[in-house]
Structure formats: structure tokens, C-alpha cells
């Protein structure tokens, strides 16, 4: 199977909040969604919606709450059904959710590293905040990630999409919020051009 055999037609982060709302697992939305969430508006169409969940709850805690979805997790351009990818799972953070009567793709979750109450990035393990300071909460309640995160991801590929991300979120945050994006990107990316704009 090729992930573009089918196109994708997210849910939006009220569908997926309610799907989860039982749970009790934290998870949050991640990617653009979550800048969006935190300007408290939608700025921009999103092509698809991304969540952030502990990678060792996802198949006793998450995977239940997305029974309607055939999961399948990514990896190089590769998917492969979740029953057939165990072994993938602690080397690969990326499931697609395929709605199959729908033939659409309905959701991406990142499976994250965390330990003992903590999120820790895959990118750099020396990044850690417990979930208690990663999850913010729009006015209705729906998880996000807080601006900071989903920026120092977002800063490896630098898109023009991540580019106007950047610009819209700055003024919202403070000097404090400022040098600790600045200090992650710092720590992952070197340099970064970014880097003056968080001055």
C-alpha cells in the first residue's frame, strides 16, 4: 500500500478532542492546528491534523478510541498496517488514521517519546517538559502544544508556512517564552536563522 493511494481529508481539532475525550492519556494537538489553537483563530488551511501522544500509551490508550480508523504506521515514505509494524514502533514516532469507507485520511499522530509524566523530544532527549507545561487549552478545553514546541519542530524545514507560523505567534510571546525557543533551537539546530527574530 502507498500512502497516496488515498487523499487526505483531516478531521478538525473539535472532532478529534471529542473522539478522545474519554481517555485518559495526555495528547495534544500538534503542527500547524496548534499554532492556530493558540492564536485563538484559524489562519490558514491545513492539509492534514497532527496529535502528540506518549508513544507507550498509544496501543493500550490512543489506538482504542480510534477503532472506526485502519492505523498504519509511516516510515520512509512506507505504511504499513499497525498489526504488522510492532517492531517499527519504538524506531519510527509517525500512524496515519485511514477512514476506509471514506477512503480519506483522517488524522496523523506522533508518537513521542516520554518518561515518568514528561515529554521528552526526539530530536534532542535533553529537551524535556513535564505534560503539565506542554499542553495548553483553547477556551473550550482542546489540548495544544504549547507555541514553543510546535515552532522548534517546525524550524528544521523552515517553509514559508512555518515561516508565517513564526511571524504570527512572536508578539504573542513573551521575552521569557522567546529565549526558551531560542535556547531549543540553539540546542538542535546551530545557527538557525531564526535565531535574531527571538533576540
Known amino acids: 500500500m502507498r500512502w497516496h493511494d488515498f487523499e487526505w481529508d483531516a478531521w478538525r481539532p473539535h472532532e478529534i478532542a471529542r473522539r478522545l475525550a474519554p481517555i485518559d492519556v495526555p495528547w495534544y494537538v500538534a503542527g500547524g492546528w ?9 489562519r490558514r488551511e491545513h492539509e492534514d491534523l497532527e496529535i502528540g501522544v506518549p508513544n507507550e500509551r498509544f496501543l493500550t490508550g490512543v489506538a482504542p478510541a480510534l477503532s472506526d480508523l485502519e492505523l498504519y504506521v509511516t516510515d520512509s515514505g512506507h505504511v504499513t498496517p499497525l498489526g504488522e509494524a510492532a517492531d517499527r514502533l519504538p524506531v519510527t514516532h509517525q500512524t496515519w488514521g485511514l477512514d476506509r469507507g471514506a477512503a480519506v485520511w483522517r488524522i496523523d499522530v506522533f508518537r513521542e517519546p516520554s518518561r515518568e509524566g514528561e515529554w521528552i523530544c526526539r530530536r534532542d532527549d535533553q529537551i524535556r517538559l513535564p505534560y503539565s507545561e506542554l499542553i495548553e487549552r483553547t477556551p473550550d478545553g482542546i489540548p495544544y502544544a504549547r507555541p514553543e514546541v510546535v515552532l522548534l519542530f517546525k524550524a528544521r524545514s523552515a517553509r514559508p508556512k512555518d515561516e508565517s507560523d513564526l511571524a504570527a505567534v512572536l508578539p504573542h510571546l513573551g521575552a521569557q517564552r522567546r529565549r526558551l525557543l531560542a535556547g531549543w533551537i540553539e540546542c538542535v539546530h546551530p ?3 531564526w535565531l535574531p527574530d527571538l533576540a
Open 191 to 193: 545557527g538557525h536563522f
Open 34 to 42: 496548534a499554532i492556530d489553537l493558540f492564536l485563538g483563530r484559524e
